[in-house]
């Protein structure tokens, strides 16, 4: 059976409970244990697909094409978590199933109420993603006091109640803030904190601590004193530089140490050496490299989580440091390309939604072809291109997406439900992971080393194969990447272009410190080409 750690958050949101939990799972892989991460949100959307990345930052696709939580990315960054649908439950989806239940005849007349009925739907849902590993971490959305994540509180208090303390610990991430004016931490906000939760039933284990400035020892004592927890199980969680150092940090204060302990597992050896190699590189790379990664959300960075970090983990790989210019497509409308991209030595657009900023990413994909600057183009970045080479190169004025231009005269793009004449799919998106065989010799072969790959799909429109793959291909675009029943293009590339490649589906996703991604890996590192033969003809 599986070991329980809950992860509660107090105080305020942000305090990056997330990240905590991602590398409480690293620090355990990294004792040789099994782990399951799983996140539960408090909100009534049943998924968060349809939510505004302006909102609610990205959001992240898992293999069984699952829309979730962008801390899904977090955790498969920080260990070998592949997740899926039952690695994210938000409040809507519990109560849906219960609904569901209810309306099937399932309770047979009886009263369904939030406790049992959506606690139990809450407990079987941790229950079964835990199946198979040695501990199951599950982290709560939202912040104690809430009224909306009361029932998941309720929940795990249960849950430990079953299977005992020794079984279950509860882990608080709380703040302690520095007070400037006087030059104090304070610790009321954490005290405060944890009596809400145990006047819920659930007394904490462990206390994660944020803070600017480390906790002196006899704080720490007062923390425990005050809130029932023990000294040593008062962690300082200080802000560090790079969320990789995160796991190294809390190894540190003796988080894991303490956790095994109080599950009772084996102390095995810590294994971290690689993953200590990967933060030496971020934190001492031998060059640097700028990437002009030109969206719609530039401002609001969360929405690129997953990119921003595959890119990070493509330029250490060549002991590249990676540094992003985030660039509006809206600017290069207004400017044109020269000007906002002058300073960049490749150019990335990322996928997108909506037509604001549309033919400002055209423009860039052009740029980047003829002033033969390394483009890497994802979903959305891809359609692009290919549009951009249909107008310019291959004689097709006008061409277009049917999402920004229903008329267009030249669907080069049309919807999924087009290209397979059904609704299979849902006839809607296409979501999740698709095989794909890649051409012999081309970029994506070269960088994968293997011709069979698969990669997380999300979007609705589809290359419009039957039309537009001949003349687009006389044109001299290479269709390097198809699906292996032919139907769907999924990787295009340019012949004579240092690198210029655009992919249908969302690579990003699957990167990791340790395995990162073969094409961000590859693209920064023409990137970097770049910027050495630009600094040797200056
Ligand atoms: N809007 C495009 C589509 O739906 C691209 C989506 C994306 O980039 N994820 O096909």
């Known amino acids: 059976m599986a070991k329980y750690i809950f992860i509660t958050g107090g105080v305020v949101s942000s305090l990056g409970k997330g990240i905590a939990a991602a590398s409480i799972g690293r620090l355990l892989e990294s004792r040789g244990f099994k782990v399951s991460i799983q996140k539960m949100d ?15 930052g990205e959001v992240f696709v898992t293999d069984d094409g699952a ?25 809507g989806r519990i109560y849906l199933q219960v609904i569901e239940k209810e309306r099937r005849g399932d309770f047979l007349g009886g009263t369904v109420q939030v406790v049992p009925h959506i606690t139990n739907e809450i407990k079987d849902a941790i229950q ?22 009361l029932p998941f509180l309720e929940a795990v208090r249960q849950l430990q109640l079953e299977v005992g303390r020794a079984n279950a610990v509860f882990i608080h991430l709380t703040l302690i803030p520095f007070i400037r004016a006087s030059h104090e931490l304070k610790t009321k906000p954490t005290q405060h904190s944890v009596k809400e939760l145990r006047s819920i039933g659930i007394q904490p284990d462990i206390l994660l601590c944020r803070t600017e400035y480390a906790i002196p020892r006899d704080m720490k004592a007062k923390i425990g004193l005050f809130c029932n927890v023990s000294e040593e199980a008062v962690i300082t969680a200080r802000d560090v530089e790079h969320v990789y150092e995160v796991p190294l940090y809390l190894a540190q204060e003796g988080l ?41 959300y530039t401002q609001y960075e969360d929405s690129y989580k997953s990119l921003r970090e595959a890119l990070v983990h493509g330029g250490a790989a060549s002991r590249l440091g990676v540094r992003l210019k985030w660039v509006e497509a809206e600017d290069i409308e207004n400017e044109g390309p020269a000007g906002p991209l002058a300073d960049v030595h490749g150019i990335l657009v990322p996928g997108g939604f909506g037509e604001r900023g549309v033919e400002g990413k055209i423009r860039a994909a052009a740029y980047a ?3 033969r600057i390394p483009y ?13 080479f249909a107008r310019s190169v291959a004689g097709l004025p006008g061409a277009h997406s049917t999402e920004f231009d229903a008329g267009t005269p030249h669907p080069v793009f049309f919807k999924l439900r087009d290209l397979l004449g059904d609704d299979t799919y849902g006839g809607n998106m296409r979501l999740g992971r698709c095989p794909c065989e890649l051409a012999e010799g081309s970029l994506a072969h070269r960088a994968y080393g293997v ?40 990787i295009v590339e340019l012949k004579d272009h240092p690198w210029f490649l655009g992919c249908q589906f969302h690579p990003e996703f699957k990167s990791r410190p340790l395995s990162p991604h073969p094409l961000f890996r590859d693209f920064v590192k023409a990137s970097h080409r770049n910027r050495l033969e630009r600094e040797k003809g200056a």
């Not at 979730?68 to 920080?78: A, M, N, P, Q, V």
């Not at 890497?376 to 951009?388: D, K, R, S, V, W």
């Not at 999300?458 to 290479?478: Q, S, W």
């Open 256 to 296: 894991d140490y303490i956790l095994l302990k109080y599950l009772g597992l084996p102390l095995n050896e810590r294994r971290l050496e690689k993953w200590e190699e990967f933060l030496e590189t971020l934190k001492h790379p031998e060059d640097t490299v700028t990437i002009g990664v030109v969206g719609k």
């Open 128 to 149: 079964s993603n835990a199946k198979g590993s040695d501990i199951a971490i599950v982290e709560i959305g939202g912040t104690v006091g809430d009224i909306e994540s």
């Open 376 to 388: 890497f183009g994802i979903c959305l970045g891809m359609q692009l291109a290919c549009i951009e």
């Open 369 to 371: 072809r003829q002033q």
């Open 67 to 91: 829309e979730t939580d962008l801390d899904l990315g977090h955790y498969e960054r920080f260990t070998s978590q592949v997740s899926s649908r039952s690695s994210n439950y938000t409040a």
């Open 42 to 56: 408090p909100y009534i959307n049943v998924d968060p697909g349809t939510m505004s990345p302006f909102q609610h």
């Open 451 to 490: 011709t069979q790959i698969g990669e997380r799909h999300r979007h609705r429109y589809e290359y419009n194969r039957a039309a537009y793959l001949e003349p687009l291909k006389r044109a001299g675009l290479e269709f390097t990447g198809m699906s292996p029943d032919g139907k769907f293009v999924e």
